[in-house]
């Protein structure tokens, strides 16, 4: 075996512990501390009865087998996920890319040429003599030497980038799912009100038809007959546009599940009740909301990535070392191409410095600051909006409870007394104002109760997906989000 030259002996020892025990430059990533209370504004005492954030999926506690089917085609088949998926996915082929970056590039080339030279570039020869064949193969390497950490800044700024994807598909799982479980809530509180609205024309229809008798009779006058036609029309007028309402929410749902805006309507038109309440939810702490929200988790991620390619350029103010190398053989005969005497090799160490271009450098690595302030300031403010969010929910969702019971006996004393109105007017005790002023009240409170209840149920969804609990936090299978067997 033939000695190494003194380059190699001298120089590559070195290099190779120095590759080993090099350090990366540039600032390491620390999850900012911000100051949390130990409690959300709108919580109340400890409740032992109080059930925690649930880690399974929320929708299944409203019990409606319908909504389940619905949020599983959405996470399969919504095009806004397959998107997200592709997005992630291109973050992690960057992520392979990248890591790549660590390793020697070795690359094998061979070549084969048949030359003749003209002749005056060989004058006094013969045709024959100023042919010439040659032949060559080789294996070459090259590996950039990270004594200062670009590569693995580089590397761990695009493993950050990657974690951010996920987070944003997750934040969008959510988003998805929020939408369905808010459409289908609303598509069923639209219905109630339309059930409402015809079973309240249905009352003043056969108060319409008593007035209609009693005109006939000649113990009424065509101004009682026009009001109650008057208060029927009114009340019938409603029910186009809550018609219409849940053809919209079908609509949406049918597009969110990734069909045709016409798929569901078969499935959906049948009215349905809306979904049962789940029981009170403890919020947890602030601390908490900060582990689950997949929205503060992709913030964080990328001020961890925009936070190491300030590595990435300040590593540019040291010199960049290549080890190089060859290995091959070449012969003007392919009969020796691989004997002895026909290797060849080289062994090269290259240094790149831009210690000339020094502002430009230093211009990088201030734009890759302002870029980390920048993602420290939006991390701040998604966890604040994330706060804020929790507490709005919090808030919304115990006062939308009050409501609901103030609803309820509204609604059930409105029936009661177009119920007794009706009575008394057939008996001849009240006329017929208090008749349609009792039926009017009716429709009203029914109408708000079914609104309210709506609110409701969107508002437990909403705190749901405010603490990030109860939401799918994983990737889904690709089989699920790629499209329809």
Do not use: K
Not at 362 to 385: C, M, P, S
Not at 461 to 470: K, S, T
Not at 473 to 479: F, I, K, M, S, W
């Amino acid at each position: 075996m033939r000695n190494r030259s003194p380059l190699a002996r001298s120089a590559l020892p070195s290099l190779l512990a120095l590759a080993l025990a090099a350090c990366a430059v540039g600032p390491d990533h620390v999850r900012p501390e911000l100051p949390l209370g130990e409690t959300f504004g709108a919580s109340t005492a400890p409740d032992p009865s109080a059930l925690p954030a649930p880690d399974e999926a929320f929708w299944e506690a409203f019990g409606d087998a319908q909504l389940d089917a619905l949020v599983a085609e959405a996470l399969r088949a919504n095009h806004d996920l397959r998107i997200a998926l592709a997005n992630y996915d291109r973050a992690n082929a960057l992520l392979r890319g990248a890591r790549f970056d660590r390793f020697p590039t070795v690359t094998a080339s061979a070549e084969a040429a048949s030359s003749r030279a003209s002749a005056d570039q060989a004058p006094n020869r013969s045709r024959a003599d100023r042919d010439g064949d040659d032949f060559s193969a080789g294996i070459a390497a090259s590996w950039e030497l990270d004594l200062f950490g670009r590569v693995r800044r580089g590397v761990e700024a695009a493993r950050a980038d990657a974690a951010a994807g996920a987070a944003d598909l997750a934040a969008l799982q959510v988003a998805i799912v929020g939408e369905v479980v808010d459409g289908y809530v609303a598509l069923r509180g639209a219905q109630e009100r339309l059930r409402v609205a015809e079973a309240n024309a249905g009352n003043q229809r056969e108060t319409l038809r008593l007035v209609d008798a009693r005109f006939e009779a000649g113990r009424g006058t065509g101004f009682d007959t026009a009001r109650a036609r008057a208060q029927l029309e009114s009340t019938l007028a409603r029910v186009p546009a809550l018609q219409a309402e849940v053809s919209a929410h079908i609509h949406r749902l049918s597009v969110l599940t990734g069909r045709g805006p016409d798929a569901l309507i078969d499935a959906l038109r049948p009215a349905a009740p809306l979904p049962a309440l789940p029981q009170r939810l403890d919020a947890g702490t602030p601390g908490d909301l900060l582990r689950r929200r997949p929205d503060i988790a992709a913030a964080e991620q990328r001020l961890h990535a925009a936070t190491a390619r300030i590595g990435v350029a300040s590593a540019d103010l040291f010199p960049r070392f290549t080890l190089g190398g060859l290995i091959g053989t070449q012969a003007i005969d392919s009969s020796v191409l691989f004997e002895r005497d026909s290797e060849t090799r080289l062994v090269a160490l290259g240094i790149d410095w831009s210690f000339l271009d020094i502002g430009r450098v230093r211009a990088r690595i201030a734009a890759a600051d302002a870029e980390a302030a920048g993602e420290l300031a939006r991390y701040e403010q998604t966890v604040l909006l994330a706060l804020e969010d929790t507490e709005n929910a919090l808030v919304r969702y115990a006062r939308s409870r009050e409501q609901d019971a103030h609803l309820a006996a509204a609604a059930e004393d409105s029936a009661r007394a177009a119920q007794l109105a009706r009575t008394r007017f057939e008996a001849g005790a009240a006329d017929l104002f208090e008749v349609l002023d009792a039926e009017r009240t009716r429709l009203q409170a029914e109408d708000a109760l079914a609104e309210a209840r709506t609110r409701s149920v969107a508002g437990a969804a909403a705190l749901y997906r405010a603490l990030a609990g109860g939401w799918p936090q994983r990737l889904p299978a690709r089989e699920r989000v790629a499209g329809r067997e």
